[in-house]
């Protein structure tokens, strides 16, 4: 494949390769590796993939708490509309939500009891027949009741970007002490992050039926938390978004950089910088997907009186997300195309 790429690489430039890294079609580490190539016969592949909507009706489940529901309001962010719009069938879980009331453990540290503890086949099972509404957004009609949700989208809020160690602490290997904590955990540091993020991935890896898509927590704002906090999140997500996926071998597991959408505007909290060339954001752009970063902060740049995203910034986040869920589900679900 790396003769592949060098006979082509005069044909993107390398800032295009990395957009294709991002989506998945080449890794970042195969980039570095190729010693200046631009393109290999993977990534020209995902780069012709336009993310069109899904010709049949899919069916997607969230698992959040506030701020999705927020993201999710038709007043507010506006992406249950969006995505009803690109032809999915939302459904959500919530606080109180399924056997063990497990919708109330949604923090990093949870995610091993959802996809990795004892109780996982209980807690997915029920997951992947919930059909129902726990917030409140627009929705399509469900297409079939009988057929279970295809894609899970899994998100932790804010107090999740509360992260101690340093930012290029490795991941933790063996046993992890945030295993079923939550993001008040004095275990909640770089390593231990990155090691609940890698341990999941043996259940999906194991689940390719299903398209899983982690939306990275959303960033705090300056106030609630500190510099080297906030750079530690930043590196964990820019570790989930260019690397934690880079020798998965497979199609069904996605990233969108909520964080990192987030930390740019448009000049104040409810201005957003949607459509600009400059700041943060995580789309598709030029026929490619973009992961790009101008605005050198790490803290929100949408506060509306606390941590969570203003009307702005969830704005921002659905218009940038729906394009590239478009792309990942083709991408999982089309892999020819």
């Known amino acids: 494949m790396l003769r592949r790429a060098r006979l082509a690489?005069?044909?993107?430039?390398?800032?295009?390769?990395?957009?294709?890294?991002?989506?998945?079609?080449?890794?970042?580490?195969?980039?570095?590796?190729?010693?200046?190539?631009?393109?290999?016969?993977?990534?020209?592949?995902?780069?012709?993939?336009?993310?069109?909507?899904?010709r049949k009706t899919v069916k997607l489940v969230f698992i959040h708490h506030s701020t999705g529901e927020n993201w999710l309001?038709?007043?507010?962010?506006?992406?249950?509309r969006a995505l009803k719009a690109n032809n999915y069938f939302v459904s959500d879980t919530n606080y109180g939500w399924g056997p063990d009331a497990i919708g109330d453990r949604t923090d990093t540290g949870h995610w091993w009891l959802w996809f990795r503890g004892p109780q996982r086949n209980t807690y997915l099972n029920a997951l992947y027949l919930e059909f129902g509404q726990h917030a409140s957004y627009?929705?399509?009609?469900?297409?079939?009741?009988?057929?279970?949700?295809?894609?899970?989208?899994?998100?932790?809020?804010?107090?999740?970007?509360?992260?101690?160690?340093n930012p290029s602490d490795a991941p933790t290997t063996g046993s992890n002490p945030l295993r079923g904590q939550d993001a008040g955990s004095q275990y909640m540091t770089v390593a231990n992050v990155k090691g609940i993020y890698n341990d999941i991935l043996k259940y999906f890896a194991g689940h390719r039926d299903k398209l899983f898509v982690l939306i990275v927590p959303p960033p705090l704002r300056d106030g609630d938390t500190d510099a080297a906090h906030a750079a530690n999140a930043r590196a964990v997500a820019n570790w989930l978004t260019t690397k934690?996926?880079?020798h998965y071998r497979y199609k069904n597991v996605a990233v969108f950089d909520f964080y990192n959408v987030l930390t740019s505007n448009g000049g104040s909290a409810?201005?957003?910088?949607?459509?600009?060339?400059?700041?943060?954001?995580?789309?598709?752009?030029?026929?490619?997907?973009?992961?790009?970063?101008?605005?050198?902060?790490?803290?929100?740049?949408?506060?509306?009186?606390?941590?969570?995203?203003?009307?702005?910034?969830?704005t921002k986040a659905t218009k940038e997300f729906v394009q590239l869920l478009n792309f990942y589900y083709h991408r999982w679900a089309e892999p020819r195309a």
């Not at 309001?73 to 249950?80: E, H, I, K, S, T």
């Not at 627009?138 to 160690?165: E, L, T, V, W, Y």
């Not at 060339?277 to 506060?303: C, I, K």
Request: hydrophobic residues 40%; aromatic residues 4%; charged residues 15%.
């Open 138 to 165: 627009s929705r399509r009609a469900d297409p079939a009741h009988s057929r279970k949700n295809q894609i899970i989208m899994f998100k932790s809020c804010f107090p999740n970007s509360q992260i101690s160690g």
């Open 9 to 54: 690489a005069a044909v993107l430039p390398l800032s295009a390769l990395l957009a294709l890294a991002l989506a998945g079609g080449i890794s970042t580490d195969a980039v570095a590796r190729a010693d200046g190539v631009r393109l290999t016969q993977r990534a020209s592949l995902a780069s012709a993939a336009a993310p069109k909507k899904p």
């Open 244 to 246: 934690w996926l880079s």
């Open 73 to 80: 309001a038709d007043g507010n962010g506006g992406l249950g």
């Open 270 to 314: 409810d201005v957003n910088d949607l459509g600009s060339s400059e700041g943060n954001h995580h789309r598709w752009r030029n026929g490619a997907v973009q992961h790009t970063q101008t605005a050198m902060s790490d803290f929100l740049a949408y506060p509306s009186g606390d941590s969570h995203p203003s009307q702005a910034g969830n």
